[in-house]
């Protein structure tokens, strides 16, 4: 079975330009999450969705972040335009239902903003 | 305001000694708690899970400790051993903020030689 993809692994960009991050779930997971960590800190919940639907999009930043799930498939999190503050690594997670195991986690993008 | 944490930014313990990683939490509607396990340039992955009923829960070398009354919960590892240097992450969910799980900061353990 193919775990959470993510693409792409790095990405360098200069502030004010736009980048776009993709996540494939597993196959068949419902639910998919973003998250961010920022060097030293916590894993912080970004959103999540349920099939195509955002169930919960409390921890999005601000308006320069959009996140799609097009037909309840792979997932995207636009960043536009990319400030400083936005680097940090991306993580996206994906579950069926709950169960003791919580989420699969993605190995994640390194998003840095120069 | 942050909901779990972990005091500890990092930790060294001998190869073959027990590792204890420690874990508060403010928010009493948690009703599971996990740790995650996460090596450098990869995802976390999951370790260890216990739920809000009970008190401890062991899984071979791991063993989460849950102490309710004190909003604490600890993770040992026993004996350490060097594939587990990673950072590991306490992480809780909110029943009723549909399963969303808030994490710590994470403490680096390093097992030395």
């Known amino acids: 079975e193919a775990g959470v993809t993510q693409f792409p692994s790095h990405s360098v960009i200069e502030k004010g330009q736009t980048v776009t991050l993709r996540c494939d779930p597993i196959?068949?997971?419902?639910?998919l999450y973003w998250y961010r960590r920022v060097m030293g800190k916590e894993i912080k919940f970004l959103l999540h969705?349920?099939?195509?639907?955002?169930?919960?999009e409390s921890g999005m930043p601000n308006n320069r972040f959009l996140a799609e799930r097009t037909g309840g498939t792979y997932s995207t999190l636009k960043v536009q335009p990319a400030e400083l503050e936005d680097s940090g690594v991306y993580f996206c997670a994906s579950s069926q239902d709950w169960d003791s195991y919580g989420y699969t986690f993605g190995s994640g993008t390194r998003l840095t903003v120069v | 305001d942050q909901q779990v944490k972990q005091n500890s930014p990092s930790l060294s313990v001998q190869e073959g000694r027990i590792s204890i990683l420690n874990c508060d939490y403010t928010n009493s509607m948690f009703d599971y708690f996990l740790w995650y396990k996460k090596y450098p340039a990869e995802g976390p992955t999951f370790l260890i899970s216990i739920s809000s009923i009970k008190d401890k829960n062991e899984d071979g070398r791991f063993t989460v400790f849950l102490n309710k009354s004190a909003k604490h919960l600890s993770l040992h590892i026993v004996p350490s051993q060097p594939g587990d240097s990673a950072v590991y992450f306490c992480?809780?969910?909110?029943?009723?903020?549909?399963?969303?799980?808030?994490f710590g900061k994470g403490t680096r353990l390093h097992i030395l030689p």
């Open positions: 196959s068949g997971h419902d639910n």
């Open positions: 992480a809780a969910r909110n029943m009723n903020r549909d399963d969303k799980i808030i």
């Open positions: 969705f349920v099939k195509e639907s955002k169930q919960d």
